[in-house]
């Protein structure tokens, strides 16, 4: 019998969670920006190794809530460090610890495995300073890596599966993520309107796909006001069909991908798009 169990990936935003937990799973199962709060719910990602199987949860950074969505991600975040094997706090090499990062750290209620990304943009000085600040979280264990090139990410799993009990796998072999397809789909088109729009993008705006007859696909994007949908529609409809084409892109051959734009100013107030589809 192998190795298996539950990792959890907690952290300040922006340390780049997101992008490690796909370098890990070897494939996007989590979408990446380096906009505040990104990850709005739980995303689990499943890393097959041998007879091993590494079940990660990325999680929305923590931080202190800000506005009526604010409280429910911090919320989402705590709730992921509870019951798992593991927990993995990501740091940023390129920035020195904080009181933000000790907070995390604090919330952790084992000793963590701690993980210092980005060493590909940092300095030798600066990843050995971070490293240096970091055995004051006085972890199980420390691991330089960069999501990006890949660097000490096989030592980081490693490190982890080591950890692991012995255990049958939750989910099979060719599983890469226990999110909805039309979950994921919703993430996407989120993604690129970050990336298209960066800070003009309306904080607060969700996207869930509404219909899905293949390959017919709708997703509807939400605003709270008024003034935000011709942001989000761009002039002439720029936004939307550059939006759509990146999305088409990584959707199968034939998809066909409707987006709608809709101003709902309390969807903020419900439950978050995409915990009812078993997120």
């Known amino acids: 019998m192998g190795r298996s169990g539950f990792v959890t990936l907690v952290g300040r935003p922006n340390v780049g969670k997101s992008s490690l937990l796909n370098r890990m799973v070897g494939a996007k199962v989590s979408i990446v920006s380096d906009k505040v709060q990104t990850t709005r719910s739980q995303v689990r990602g499943v890393l097959h190794r041998g007879g091993d199987q590494v079940v990660f949860v990325d999680t929305p950074g923590m931080h202190r809530p800000r506005g009526p969505l604010g409280p429910r991600l911090a919320e989402t975040a705590s709730a992921a460090v509870a019951g798992v094997d593991l927990v993995c706090v990501v740091l940023d090499a390129t920035a020195s610890l ?11 209620p084992a000793r963590p495995v701690v993980v210092l ?3 590909d943009r940092a300095s030798p000085s600066q990843v050995m300073a971070g490293l240096a600040a970091a055995a004051q979280l006085e972890a199980a264990d420390y691991y330089p890596v960069s999501a990006r090139t890949g660097e000490g990410v096989d030592q980081l799993i490693d490190g982890l599966v080591d950890r692991l009990p012995e255990g049958p796998a939750y989910y099979p072999s060719d599983a890469r993520s226990d999110v909805p397809e039309a979950v994921w789909v919703a993430e996407l088109v989120r993604e690129q309107l970050l990336a298209v729009l960066h800070d003009e993008l309306p904080h607060a705006v969700a996207t869930r796909v509404t219909e899905w007859e293949w390959p017919r696909i709708r997703c509807e994007i939400l605003v709270q006001r008024a003034s935000q949908k011709g942001i989000v529609i761009g002039h002439g409809g720029r936004v939307l069909k550059e939006v759509g084409t990146a999305v088409r892109r990584q959707l199968a051959p034939g998809a066909y991908l409707e987006l709608m734009v809709k101003v709902d100013k309390d969807w903020p107030l419900r439950p978050l798009l995409g915990d009812d589809a078993g997120r």
Do not use: E, L, T
């Open 98 to 108: 904080g009181p933000g990062d000790r907070a995390v750290a604090a919330q952790v």
């Open 117 to 119: 990304n980005k060493i």
